[in-house]
């Protein structure tokens, strides 16, 4: 006579064994797009951090070597050609690019350094401040008044704050920020790890919000109310409140599901955006991060910066890449 107990057990696993199938069976049946991707030559082989547009035609990258040299290119042709706009100042990596018009741009990186152009990158002025950690973002409404933010190694962070675009005022923090973004000169968003931030006074103060459990690396605000925020561990999050308030549209990453590790999103409206991360990984949505397409045969980089242009955009990452897509 069977072992009845064997026997539960027997049927008791193969139900588990169905179950553990049938999940990873719906995680890979998601739909899938094609792009077109071109490979685009940087000339540079260190990583780059991220890639801002202007314009179809006009656009900058930036990133390097942590500790030894930073690399800034441009391009004038969408992305066919990139032109070497390094400076000898240069001696540290960049990681965020910010232009308040084709001419007036900000560049930051590590050891605190911030450069500026007023010609389109021909020449840059170069500012140190008086924090020597890694700025991850900066945001400028004009050629003089903006914020920044940065840290290292989770618990040490700061924030900059300008009137002038030249001497910049520092706060330091227990925790590491890594992107903000502002809808005014008071109003203004923040997060990092653990956590995003709201201020409704200039960044005088900072009021927690709902937002946790993630590494939280980037932002993207279609408009004064609804933005959307990702977490290197895979959540992501949205606001329709200015940023006070946060609905979880992914959890961070669990088991049996694809681990998305996250790096960078761009939203062209409240419904259409992209995010790129780790390991190839590419997504778009079209309802408003309510669900997600995976995008199909993405090469093979650690994507760090993504920028939309029309019909698709540019995405950079490790070793150099730059990749125009198109759908």
């Given at each position: ?110 050891d605190g350094k911030i450069f500026k152009t007023f010609d389109g990158g021909n020449n840059w002025q170069y500012m140190q401040t008086d924090y020597y950690k890694p700025l991850h973002s900066i945001f400028m409404f004009d050629g003089e008044h903006g914020f920044a933010c940065g840290g290292d190694g989770y618990k040490s962070g700061y924030i900059l704050n300008t009137s002038s675009g030249e001497d910049w005022n520092s706060d330091t923090s227990e925790v590491e920020y890594r992107d903000l973004h502002f809808f005014n000169e008071v109003e203004g968003v923040m997060c990092g790890y653990g956590l995003i931030l709201h201020t409704d006074d200039g960044g005088v103060t900072w009021n ?120």
């Amino acid at each position: 006579m069977p072992n009845r107990r064997f026997t539960w057990m027997r049927s008791a696993g193969l139900l588990i064994i169905c179950f553990i199938a049938s999940v990873f069976l719906t995680s890979c049946g998601k739909d899938k797009l094609e792009f077109s991707f071109t490979k685009l030559n940087s000339g540079i082989s260190n990583d780059l951090n991220h890639i801002f547009f202007v314009n179809d035609s006009v656009g900058y990258a930036c990133g390097g070597d942590r500790y030894f040299k930073g690399d800034l290119l441009k391009t004038t042709d969408g992305g066919f050609t990139w032109q070497d706009q390094s400076t000898p100042d240069m001696i540290k990596a960049l990681y965020h690019l910010c232009f308040t018009s084709p001419d007036t741009g900000y560049c930051c990186g590590y050891d605190g350094k911030i450069f500026k152009t007023f010609d389109g990158g021909n020449n840059w002025q170069y500012m140190q401040t008086d924090y020597y950690k890694p700025l991850h973002s900066i945001f400028m409404f004009d050629g003089e008044h903006g914020f920044a933010c940065g840290g290292d190694g989770y618990k040490s962070g700061y924030i900059l704050n300008t009137s002038s675009g030249e001497d910049w005022n520092s706060d330091t923090s227990e925790v590491e920020y890594r992107d903000l973004h502002f809808f005014n000169e008071v109003e203004g968003v923040m997060c990092g790890y653990g956590l995003i931030l709201h201020t409704d006074d200039g960044g005088v103060t900072w009021n927690y919000t709902n937002a946790k459990q993630d590494f939280f690396v980037a932002l993207d605000f279609v408009n004064e109310h609804t933005g959307f925020a990702i977490g290197y561990t895979g959540s992501i999050w949205k606001t329709e409140d200015g940023g006070q308030n946060w609905d979880r549209l992914r959890n961070s990453n669990i088991i049996f599901k694809d681990h998305w590790y996250l790096n960078c999103l761009a939203f062209r409206d409240a419904n259409t955006g992209y995010i790129a991360g780790e390991g190839g990984c590419f997504f778009k949505t079209t309802d408003g991060g309510e669900s997600w397409h995976v995008i199909d045969h993405v090469p093979d980089a650690d994507w760090k910066g993504i920028s939309l242009v029309s019909n698709g955009g540019f995405l950079c990452g490790t070793n150099g890449a730059i990749y125009r897509f198109i759908e």
